[in-house]
């Protein structure tokens, strides 16, 4: 039983392109967490969100509590945006974590 | 930036042997955590660790881990005596508070039992 699910697995997008990473969650909700893991493995904490929409350069967070679902929007996508993007719901003190969207962008 | 600090990269040990991970979190920071990721495999919480005792833990957390902030600026986690399952890459983070706040990451140590 995954509590956080991720859509898609895999993208590949052409430079340019407008991208959306989908997670939905079935627990309940402190902060939702996305992540970015370079193909070195290091993890880097892009967004923190309890509610609402973030932005940051040209990434975009949205939350809807209610329907528990969040999206993460990469615009004008990069070869440099390439690495694994991952969702973790934090529940009180437990931690749940989706198993990544892999993202490659083609120059 | 403020940075937290893993060491070392990478550790090669022999099953059954002891290991202990080292991380030198964010200086002003409160909370502590360990996550380890099995190849291939989704990130997976271990511990958290606030105010010197462990807040929470998961059920992969079991008697063969151990947390210690010795020093008031090292956090370390120790396995006592490593199976070959345990090889993963091992991630600490710290944050200033709880959910509500943002987390930074160490670079993490791959961790290569024999």
């Known amino acids: 039983k995954n509590e956080v699910e991720q859509s898609p697995q895999n993208l590949t997008a052409q430079e340019g392109e407008f991208i959306t990473i989908n997670c939905s969650y079935s627990v309940g909700i402190s902060a939702l967490h996305w992540l970015q893991q370079h193909p070195g493995g290091g993890i880097v904490s892009l967004f923190m969100?309890?509610?609402g929409k973030k932005k940051h350069g040209r990434l975009i967070a949205t939350i809807n509590i209610q329907e528990k679902h969040s999206s993460l929007h990469i615009t004008a996508s990069h070869p440099r945006d390439s690495a694994v993007y991952i969702c973790a719901v934090i529940d009180g003190n437990q931690f749940y974590f989706g198993t990544g969207t892999s993202l490659t962008v083609i120059p | 930036e403020p940075e937290v600090t893993q060491t070392p990269s990478h550790q090669v040990t022999q099953m059954g042997q002891e290991v202990i991970l080292r991380c030198v979190p964010i200086?002003?920071?409160?909370?502590f955590y360990w996550y380890r990721q099995i190849l291939g495999q989704k990130v997976e919480f271990l511990v958290s660790f606030y105010n010197n005792e462990i807040s929470e833990k998961s059920e992969i957390f079991d008697d063969q881990f151990s947390v210690e902030r010795p020093d008031g600026s090292n956090f370390t986690l120790k396995i006592r005596s490593t199976k070959l399952e345990d090889s993963a890459m091992y991630f600490c983070?710290?944050?200033?508070?709880?959910?509500?706040?943002?987390?930074?990451f160490g670079s993490g140590t791959r961790l290569t039992v024999v």
């Open positions: 969100l309890s509610s």
């Open positions: 200086s002003n920071h409160l909370y």
């Open positions: 983070a710290s944050s200033l508070g709880t959910a509500l706040y943002g987390y930074t």
